[in-house]
């Protein structure tokens, strides 16, 4: 069974250019979740999806992120204008519906941003 | 809202000796923790989790954490480290009731020497 897959593994943009990431869960995972860690800084809760729809976008840091899960399946997760402080690396994860308990999170390799 | 601190930004460890990590949580409600694990260039882990029940909880590759419900903490222990241990590690929370949102500690580094 696939894990979890993003792309690009890595992408250095210029300040003011925009970058999409991908995320594939894995199948039949309905929980979908974009964590980053920008340098020297702890891993930060983004968003979470049930299916297409956002359950929780409270760690959003402001408008120009925006999240997608068309569909249900793969989600994207685009900057528009990247800023510098949104050098970093970000995660995707995915569960089963339920919850936590006895439902582990799996995470992908994670996407690098470098923005210049 | 829930904080996460691990104590130790780094901990440089001898190939065969003990190793104990550190992390302490604050909540106001009940939580469920986590030990995650990021082996160079690959992603997260998970180590081991503790719901309810003992509060030794082992994980894989000779892990084990104790929940300590007074002193708020979730330590981490491997009797004996290998090289092949060397990576981060990060302690997480998440509220019973809200489900599935990780707070993660800031990480602690294990450099494991021959």
């Known amino acids: 069974e696939a894990g979890v897959t993003q792309f690009p593994s890595h992408s250095v943009i210029e300040k003011g250019q925009t970058v999409t990431l991908r995320c594939d869960p894995i199948s039949g995972h309905d929980n979908l979740y974009w964590y980053r860690r920008v340098m020297g800084k702890e891993i930060k809760f983004l968003l979470h999806f049930v299916k297409e729809s956002k359950q929780d976008e409270s760690g959003m840091p402001n408008n120009r992120f925006l999240a997608e899960r068309t569909g249900g399946t793969y989600s994207t997760l685009k900057v528009q204008p990247a800023e510098l402080e949104d050098s970093g690396v970000y995660f995707c994860?995915?569960?089963?519906?339920?919850?936590?308990?006895?439902?582990?999170?799996?995470f992908g390799e994670g996407s690098w941003l470098t923005v210049v | 809202a829930q904080s996460v601190t691990q104590l130790d930004s780094q901990v440089p460890v001898f190939e065969e000796a003990p190793v104990e990590l550190r992390c302490n949580y604050s909540s106001s409600v009940s939580v469920y923790l986590f030990w995650y694990v990021q082996y160079p260039n690959q992603g997260l882990q998970l180590l081991l989790k503790?719901?309810?029940?003992?509060?030794l909880v082992k994980g894989i590759n000779g892990f084990e954490a104790e929940f300590n419900k007074s002193q708020t903490s979730f330590h981490l222990r491997k009797p004996s480290v290998h090289i092949s241990d060397t990576a981060e590690y990060f302690c997480a929370v998440s509220e019973i009731a809200a489900g599935n949102k990780l707070t993660f500690g800031g990480g602690t580094r294990v450099l494991v020497k021959p």
């Open positions: 503790y719901l309810s029940g003992s509060t």
């Open positions: 994860a995915s569960s089963k519906r339920g919850g936590p308990s006895g439902n582990t999170i799996y």
